[in-house]
């Protein structure tokens, strides 16, 4: 089994310089993977990534939100997708399976049901419960400053670093840090990536 998070940016016909979320987004793909056979951005503002590993795909989601909320007044939708890969194509939009079907059906969804985020997966109970952690931890992370989201960011890529440390990557007081991580609730974003490791270990049962 693998993951497919799919995802578009939300308010990007908002600015007219696409560059302004095009870099931000490749540089977060290719931190999450140096291998760019596994992610495609197409159609602008739309992108979908391959994630080998699915017990981190809340984690990836997490930290492309956190990338693109950096930037003022920007959001994004994203859908993870688990399930069977039984097709390889020559690029990731190309590659066909239970994972993709799922990511691309579930993302449809999102904006109709006025989602940012959201799983499928080919158990209705778990995607029910995980569902639900996620749609409160969104009244959190679909809140987020370019402030909050920028500590996120920097811890997610910093996770061996103390909250000193981050501090001088950034150029703000250790106590600056400390207050931005808890407006971001970063220690229940933290909890909800550990419950979904643990819930989406049943597929494998």
């Not at 079907?101 to 778990?126: A, H, M, Y």
């Not at 609730?185 to 490791?197: A, C, T």
Request: aromatic share 8%.
């Amino acid at each position: 089994m693998i993951g497919v998070i799919t995802g578009d940016i939300v308010n990007s016909t908002k600015l007219q310089d696409p560059s302004i979320w095009l870099s931000p987004l490749r540089a977060a793909l290719q931190q999450i993977t140096l291998n760019e056979a596994t992610w495609e951005v197409y159609r602008g503002d739309s992108f979908q990534l391959e994630i080998k590993d699915y017990f981190q795909c809340f984690e990836h989601a997490v930290y492309i939100k956190a990338c693109i909320k950096s930037i003022k007044d920007l959001d994004v939708r994203l859908s993870i997708g688990i399930g069977e890969k039984s097709f390889e194509g020559q690029t990731v939009t190309e590659s066909n399976g239970e994972a993709f079907q799922f990511s691309g059906e579930t993302l449809e969804t999102l904006k109709r049901d006025k989602l940012n985020l959201k799983i499928k997966t080919s158990d209705l109970e778990l995607d029910q419960e995980l569902n639900l952690y996620f749609k409160l931890i969104s009244l959190t992370m679909d809140h987020w400053t370019p402030n909050s989201a920028e500590i996120v960011k920097l811890y997610l890529e910093n996770k061996n670093k103390i909250q000193k440390e981050l501090a001088e990557i950034i150029g703000i007081s250790q106590d600056a840090v400390s207050k931005r991580m808890k407006r971001a609730n970063l220690e229940e974003v933290l909890e909800i990536d550990q419950m979904y490791r643990k819930k989406i270990s049943k597929l494998n049962s």
